[in-house]
């Protein structure tokens, strides 16, 4: 059976009903997905979060003639069999490609840990060269990408000038992160 494109609600409807959900609709969504979750390895509100993001992103279209809350709790349904079914096809072959493309990003934790290092590492450098403002100038350029003429025209010097700032910046850098390690 063919569908006409009008048989379904867009995108931006759904994200209106979605808007509209009354607090009935809302503590049946919470039940339905507590025991559609129920004995999965699958949280409650992760399943209501890909059926809003699956009914967002235009992956799943709503019939007009169906109920938004009815909408989404046979997303959840879906999601769950597919979970069951991959229970039941037990564990799947991993490619090497796969594991190196998984392996490739760091952890929260050391995202963490380099974002605190390279605070300390700027404050350092501040501290530094807080005394001179060309070079605090500088510095400040180049951390928001200027380069070039627009950073000799930003810095009112001309190029022989420019180079020797940037003498002076390296020269300051280097003494400024002697005893700090790379994380």
């Avoid at 409807?13 to 919470?30: F, G, H, Y």
């Avoid at 959840?76 to 979970?83: F, V």
């Avoid at 290092?117 to 100038?137: N, Q």
Wanted: aromatic content about 4%; proline content about 3%; overall charge positive.
């Amino acid at each position: 059976m063919v569908h006409d494109l009008d048989d379904f609600y867009c995108v931006a409807e759904v994200s209106q009903m979605l808007d509209a959900l009354t607090e009935p609709d809302w503590r049946r969504l919470l039940r339905s997905s507590h025991y559609l979750a129920h004995g999965h390895r699958i949280l409650a509100a992760d399943l209501r979060q890909e059926a809003f993001v699956r009914s967002l992103d235009g992956r799943r279209r709503c019939r007009r003639s169906y109920d938004v809350v009815n909408f989404l709790i046979g997303i959840m349904r879906s999601l769950t069999s597919q979970e069951r079914e991959a229970d039941r096809d037990g564990p799947r072959e991993v490619g090497i490609d796969m594991l190196s493309v998984a392996s490739a990003a760091p952890s929260p934790e050391q995202v963490g840990h380099d974002a605190l290092h390279y605070r300390r590492t700027i404050a350092a450098v501040f501290e530094t060269i807080g005394s001179d403002p060309k070079l605090v100038a500088l510095l400040n350029a180049v951390l928001d990408g200027v380069k070039g003429a627009d950073l000799r025209t930003r810095l009112k010097v001309d190029a022989k000038g420019l180079a020797s700032l940037r003498k002076q910046l390296k020269r300051k850098l280097a003494s400024a992160a002697v005893n700090r390690s790379v994380p």
